[in-house]
C-alpha cells in the first residue's frame, strides 16, 4: 500500500524551529484526526512523539507540536537540539483498507 | 514501565516459515490491541497487523495476507505473528507494539531481526 509522503530530509541549526509535513489523501490524513508522529534514533525502537494530531504523551518536550491542515499534517520542532537528530515518521489510519499507514519518514539534522 | 520482548528471529530460506512471539508485561494485556510493525534494513517503518483484545478482530497489511498470522494468548500475555511463505522482500526488524485501537502505539519493543535468504 502506499505510504503518506514527507520529505526526505530537513535541517536546522540548534535553537532554529523546523516544521516536517505528511501529505496523504481524505482516506486517511485528511479524513480522521488518528494522526501520530514517531522519532526513531539509529538502532532504536521507534517513540511516539505526537498522537490524534496534536497531542503530545506523558514525557515528551513541550518544544514538539502538531497540527493539520486537509490532507496535510505537520510536526514542529521549536528549539531544535542536538538531540532531536532523529528519524520522523507520520502515521494515520486508512479507511480505505482498514490499516494504518506509516509515512516515508524524514531525516532530521542538527548543523 | 511497560515491557515488549520480541523472539523468534532468526535465518530462514524463501518459502520457509518462522513464528515471532513478543511477551508483555507491567500493564494489562488483556485490555489493549497490539500490532507488528517491520522495518527492512535502511528502510521505513511498515505496519504489518494488528489485534483486537480477545484477538476476534484482525487486519494485515495487503502484501501479507494470506501468509502471516498474527494472534495472542492473554492467559500467556503474549503475542505472536505466524510467518509462511516467506520471501525475500519480509527480511527486516519486526517490533510488538501495543495498539491504541487504529489510533497510534503507545509502547514498542526492541525488535527482533528476521533475515529470509
Known amino acids: 500500500q502506499s505510504a503518506l509522503t514527507q520529505p526526505a530530509s530537513v535541517s536546522g541549526s540548534p535553537g532554529q524551529s523546523i516544521t516536517i509535513s505528511c501529505t496523504g489523501t481524505s482516506s486517511d490524513v485528511g479524513g480522521y484526526n488518528y494522526v501520530s508522529w514517531y522519532q526513531q534514533h539509529p538502532g532504536k525502537a521507534p517513540k511516539v512523539m505526537m498522537y490524534?494530531?496534536?497531542n503530545r504523551p506523558s514525557g515528551v518536550s513541550n518544544r514538539f507540536s502538531g497540527s493539520k491542515s486537509g490532507n496535510t499534517a505537520s510536526l514542529t520542532i521549536s528549539g531544535l537540539q542536538a538531540e532531536d537528530e532523529a528519524d520522523y515518521y507520520c502515521s494515520s489510519y486508512r479507511s480505505s483498507t482498514n490499516t494504518h499507514v506509516f509515512g516515508t519518514g524524514t531525516k532530521v539534522t542538527v548543523l | 514501565e511497560v515491557q515488549l520482548v520480541e523472539s523468534g528471529g532468526g535465518l530462514v530460506q524463501p518459502g520457509g516459515s518462522l513464528r515471532l512471539s513478543c511477551a508483555a508485561s507491567?500493564?494489562?494485556?488483556?485490555?489493549?490491541?497490539m500490532a507488528w510493525v517491520r522495518q527492512a534494513p535502511g528502510k521505513g517503518l511498515e505496519w504489518v497487523a494488528n489485534i483486537n483484545q480477545d484477538g476476534s478482530a484482525t487486519a494485515y497489511v495487503g502484501s501479507v495476507k494470506g501468509r502471516f498470522t498474527i494472534s495472542r494468548d492473554n492467559a500467556k500475555e503474549s503475542l505472536y505473528l505466524q510467518m509462511n511463505s516467506l520471501r525475500d522482500e519480509d527480511t527486516g526488524f519486526y517490533y510488538c507494539?501495543?495498539?491504541?485501537?487504529?489510533?497510534?502505539?503507545?509502547?514498542w519493543g526492541q525488535g527482533t531481526l528476521v533475515t529470509v535468504s
Open positions: 507491567e500493564f494489562t494485556f488483556s485490555n489493549y490491541w
Open positions: 507494539a501495543r495498539d491504541r485501537g487504529w489510533n497510534y502505539l503507545d509502547w
Open positions: 490524534e494530531v496534536y
